[in-house]
């Protein structure tokens, strides 16, 4: 069992930069792969990256290579989303989740939605022209 708590979101102009915290509850953090979805007015919750056990181990959706990047801090129970370069486009509402994976490969990281089990409420993040 696990609690997320995001935090971070605003708004912001194009080429700018946010960076989204999430807040996990609970001792066994370790155990988790930690993802980051967002889904947009009238869109499909989609995948923007992820991280494995393994804090080396990490997955991007291409519309946002080379701009996001997630890392994690197992110390803090925390893991991050650092978003540079903003497009209008990036404006939906971010969602942390977590699934636990602690009998899969280190490397193990999903990019779908049905593979996690415990998501936060999200943060709305906004981009203006």
């Known amino acids: 069992q696990v609690q997320l708590v995001e935090s971070g979101g605003g708004l912001v102009q194009a080429g700018g930069s946010l960076r989204l915290s999430c807040a996990a509850s609970?001792?066994?953090?370790?155990?988790?792969?930690m993802g980051w979805f967002r889904q947009a007015p009238g869109k499909e919750r989609e995948f923007v990256a992820a991280?494995?056990?393994?804090?080396?181990?990490?997955s991007y959706a291409d519309s946002v290579k080379g701009r996001f990047t997630i890392s994690r801090d197992n110390a803090k129970n925390t893991v991050l989303l650092q978003m540079n370069s903003l497009r209008p486009e990036d404006t939906a509402v971010y969602y942390c989740?977590?699934?636990?994976?602690?009998?899969?490969?280190?490397?193990?990281?999903?990019?779908?939605?049905?593979?996690?089990?415990?998501w936060g409420q999200g943060t709305q993040v906004t981009v203006s022209s």
């Open positions: 991280i494995a056990r393994s804090p080396s181990s990490t």
């Open positions: 609970g001792r066994t953090f370790s155990s988790y792969a």
């Open positions: 989740a977590a699934d636990n994976t602690y009998d899969r490969p280190y490397d193990y990281r999903s990019s779908y939605p049905a593979a996690y089990d415990y």
